[in-house]
C-alpha cells in the first residue's frame, strides 16, 4: 500500500470515532488515538477494522483489544463497536461527576444509539468500587441498569454459572439534624 494510501486509510478510520465518546461533552472534543499493527477500511460499508494490540483513546474514552471493529451509520457516525482480545477493555466517564467505568470481557460491543455495552465470556464490569462478574453482563449506561447470567452455550472459554457481584454500602450524607 502506498503512504498516501495508508495516511488516508487512518485518518478516515479516524473520523468514525467523535459520536463514540459522547458521554462527557468534552470527549468529543478531544483528539482522537489509535495504535493498531494494521488498519483497514471499508467506506462502502463503514467500517475500520484495527488489528495487533489496539489502544483507542479519546478524552475519558480508551478501548483495548487484539481486534477493534467500528461500524459507521447511516449518518456518519459511529453505531457500534466490537473489541475482541484476551482481556479486551472499555473505560470511559459515563456522565459529569461519575466515577470512571471499566469493563473487561473477551469480546465488548458497544450498541451507541441504546448506550448499551454487552460483555462477553469473563466478563466485568466495575465502576466506584462496586463490581459485577459473570459470562455475560449487559449495561445500560445511561439508565444504569445491569442483567448478568449465562451466555449462549459454547460461546465462552471459561464457564462462569454463577454471578459474583459487589455493591458497596450507600454512603451518608451529613448530619442527620439540622
Known amino acids: ?7 488516508a486509510l487512518l485518518l478516515a478510520g479516524c473520523c468514525l470515532l467523535p459520536a463514540m465518546a459522547s458521554a462527557l461533552p468534552s470527549d468529543s472534543e478531544q483528539p ?5 499493527d494494521t488498519a483497514e477500511l471499508d467506506d462502502k460499508k463503514g467500517t475500520a477494522i484495527y488489528r495487533g494490540d ?3 483513546t479519546q478524552g475519558t474514552l480508551k478501548i483495548t483489544g487484539h481486534t477493534v471493529t467500528l461500524v459507521q451509520g447511516k449518518s456518519g457516525d459511529v ?5 475482541v482480545g484476551n482481556q479486551a ?5 459515563p456522565n459529569e461527576g461519575d466515577d470512571l467505568l471499566k469493563a473487561w470481557g473477551n469480546t465488548i460491543e458497544y450498541f451507541m444509539p441504546k448506550d448499551t455495552i454487552v460483555i462477553t465470556d469473563q466478563a466485568k464490569v466495575s465502576q466506584s468500587g462496586n463490581t459485577t462478574r459473570g459470562e455475560k453482563i449487559t449495561y445500560n449506561i445511561k439508565q444504569e441498569q445491569v442483567n448478568v447470567g449465562r451466555a449462549q452455550p459454547g460461546s465462552v472459554s471459561q464457564p462462569e454459572p454463577r454471578v459474583h457481584m459487589v455493591i ?7 448530619t442527620e439534624h439540622e
Open 1 to 7: 500500500m502506498k503512504p498516501n494510501n495508508l495516511s
Open 32 to 36: 482522537i488515538h489509535i495504535q493498531a
Open 54 to 56: 489496539v489502544v483507542i
Open 79 to 83: 453505531e457500534y463497536f466490537k473489541s
Open 89 to 93: 477493555y472499555y473505560e470511559q466517564i
Open 168 to 174: 458497596q454500602p450507600k454512603k451518608k450524607s451529613g
